[in-house]
Nanobody, 125 residues
Framework: QVQLVESGGGLVQAGDSLRLSCAAS????????IGWFRQAPGKEREFVAA????????YYTNSVKGRFTISRDNAKNTVYLQMNSLKPEDTAVYYC??????????????????WGQGTQVTVSS
C-alpha cells in the first residue's frame, strides 16, 4: 500500500513559480514510478510529467517542457514538481500517482495503482 499526499498548490499570477510536493508512505518508495497529472474544469485529466523510481529518467508533456521539472528524493519519500513561468492554462487540480509500471503511468493511467487527493493550482492573468 502507498498513500500519496500532494501539497504546494495555490493562487499565483502568470509568470510566477510554484513547487508541488507529493509525499508518499511506505518503505518501498523507490520501486514506484511517479506521475503528475492535472485536470482543469470541464476537461479530461491529462499527463504532465513522470519520473522513474531511481529518478534517472523523466518525461514531460510538450506544453510544460522547459517550464516544469520533476524530481524525487527517495530518502524523503517525496517527489517534486517545480513549475516556472506559469500560465493561466496551467490552472487545474494537480494529482500525483504511483505505479510499479512506467508504461501504466504513461499509457494507461486509468489503471494506476495509487493516487493522491490533489492540490489546486490557479494562475491568474
Amino acid at each position: 500500500q502507498v498513500q500519496l499526499v500532494e501539497s504546494g498548490g495555490g493562487l499565483v499570477q502568470a509568470g510566477d513559480s510554484l513547487r508541488l510536493s507529493c509525499a508518499a508512505s511506505g518503505r518501498t518508495f523507490s520501486t514506484y514510478h511517479i506521475g503528475w497529472f492535472r485536470q482543469a474544469p470541464g476537461k479530461e485529466r491529462e499527463f504532465v510529467a513522470a519520473i522513474s523510481g531511481s529518478g534517472g529518467s523523466t518525461y514531460y508533456t510538450n506544453s510544460v517542457k522547459g517550464r516544469f521539472t520533476i524530481s524525487r528524493d527517495n530518502a524523503k519519500n517525496t517527489v517534486y514538481l517545480q513549475m516556472n513561468s506559469l500560465k493561466p492554462e496551467d490552472t487545474a487540480v494537480y494529482y500525483c500517482a504511483a505505479d510499479t509500471s512506467l508504461h501504466t503511468i504513461m499509457v494507461v493511467p486509468a489503471t494506476i495503482d495509487y493516487w493522491g487527493q490533489g492540490t489546486q493550482v490557479t494562475v491568474s492573468s
